[in-house]
C-alpha cells in the first residue's frame, strides 16, 4: 500500500489506498468529497487521507452504506460526530508564489488552472456516474423483482394448468360413470316392468284359478244336496211308516 507524508508529519494514504481499503469505487470517494464539508476540500493531485480523514470516512460509509441515510441525514449525523472546528486540515496547500508569474510561469500556472477547471469537471461528471450508477443499480434490483415476481406467477399458472388437468380427468371419469349407472338404472327399470308384468299376468291367473275352484266347490256343494235329498228320498221309501 503506498504511502506519503503530510506537513504535520502524518503519515496519509492515497485515494487509490482510501478507496482499497475502505472497499469503495473512487468516484464514491470523490462524490463523498463534495458532500461532506469535513473532508475538506481535495483537488489536484496532493489528494491526501491521514487517520482523521479515515474516521471520516469510515463513519459516513457506516450511515450511508450500513445506516442507510440519504445525504441530508449523513450530514447531520457526521456534524454532530465531527463538529466544523474538529473538522480535519485539508491537503497541504501549495506555496505561495514568491513574484509575479512571467513567460513560461504564466504558461504554466494557466495549464494548472484548466487542469484544475477539468478535475473539476472529473469530479462532477463522475457524481453524475455514479448517481447513473445508482439508478441503473435500483433497475436491475426492480426488474429482478419484476422477473422473480413473473417467475412466481409462472409457477402458479403451472400449478393451476395441472390441477385443472385433474379437475377435468376426474370430471369426465364421473360423468362415465354417472353414464353407467344411468345405463344400470334404465335396464333396472326394465327388469321392474317386466317382472310386474308377470306378476300381474300370475295375479289374473291365480284369480281365474280361484274362481275355477270356487265354481267347482259349488257344484260340488250342489251335487252333495242333490245326493242328500236323493238318499232322504230313499230312506223314506225304505222306512215303513208308522201306521203300519
Given at each position: 500500500m503506498s504511502q506519503g507524508s503530510v506537513s504535520n508529519g502524518n503519515q496519509a494514504l492515497r485515494p487509490r489506498d482510501v478507496c482499497q481499503?475502505?472497499?469503495?469505487?473512487?468516484?464514491?470517494?470523490?462524490?463523498?468529497?463534495?458532500?461532506?464539508?469535513?473532508l475538506g476540500r481535495r483537488l489536484g493531485a496532493k489528494r491526501l487521507y491521514g487517520a482523521e480523514e479515515l474516521k471520516i470516512l469510515s463513519e459516513i460509509q457506516r450511515l450511508v452504506e450500513g445506516e442507510r441515510l440519504n445525504l441530508g441525514q449523513a450530514r447531520e449525523e457526521l456534524a454532530r460526530a465531527f463538529p466544523s472546528d474538529e473538522?480535519?486540515?485539508?491537503?497541504?496547500?501549495?506555496?505561495?508564489?514568491?513574484?509575479?508569474?512571467?513567460?513560461?510561469?504564466?504558461?504554466?500556472?494557466?495549464?494548472?488552472?484548466?487542469?484544475?477547471?477539468?478535475e473539476e469537471q472529473v469530479a462532477a461528471l463522475e457524481v453524475q456516474l455514479a448517481e447513473k450508477d445508482a439508478e441503473v443499480e435500483s433497475l436491475?434490483?426492480?426488474?429482478?423483482?419484476?422477473?422473480?415476481?413473473?417467475?412466481?406467477?409462472?409457477?402458479?399458472?403451472?400449478?393451476?394448468?395441472?390441477?385443472?388437468?385433474?379437475?377435468?380427468?376426474?370430471?369426465?371419469?364421473?360423468?362415465?360413470?354417472?353414464?353407467?349407472?344411468?345405463?344400470e338404472l334404465e335396464a333396472a327399470r326394465a327388469d321392474n316392468a317386466r317382472l310386474d308384468a308377470a306378476l300381474a299376468s300370475?295375479?289374473?291367473?291365480?284369480?281365474?284359478?280361484?274362481?275355477?275352484?270356487?265354481?267347482?266347490?259349488?257344484?260340488?256343494?250342489?251335487?252333495?244336496?242333490?245326493?242328500?235329498q236323493a238318499l232322504d228320498e230313499v230312506y223314506r221309501a225304505l222306512t215303513p211308516s208308522s201306521s203300519e
Open positions: 481499503q475502505l472497499g469503495i469505487q473512487p468516484y464514491v470517494l470523490k462524490f463523498w468529497e463534495g458532500e461532506f464539508p469535513q473538522a480535519p486540515e485539508p491537503g497541504p496547500a501549495p506555496p505561495p508564489a514568491a513574484a509575479p508569474p512571467s513567460g513560461g510561469e504564466s504558461v504554466l500556472n494557466e495549464a494548472k488552472e484548466k487542469i484544475r477547471r477539468l436491475r434490483h426492480r426488474h429482478q423483482q419484476a422477473a422473480k415476481a413473473a417467475a412466481e406467477v409462472e409457477r402458479e399458472r403451472d400449478t393451476m394448468a395441472q390441477r385443472v388437468d385433474r379437475l377435468e380427468a376426474a370430471a369426465g371419469r364421473l360423468e362415465s360413470h354417472s353414464r353407467q349407472l344411468e345405463e300370475q295375479r289374473e291367473a291365480g284369480a281365474d284359478q280361484h274362481r275355477r275352484m270356487l265354481d267347482r266347490l259349488r257344484l260340488a256343494h250342489e251335487e252333495i244336496q242333490a245326493l242328500g
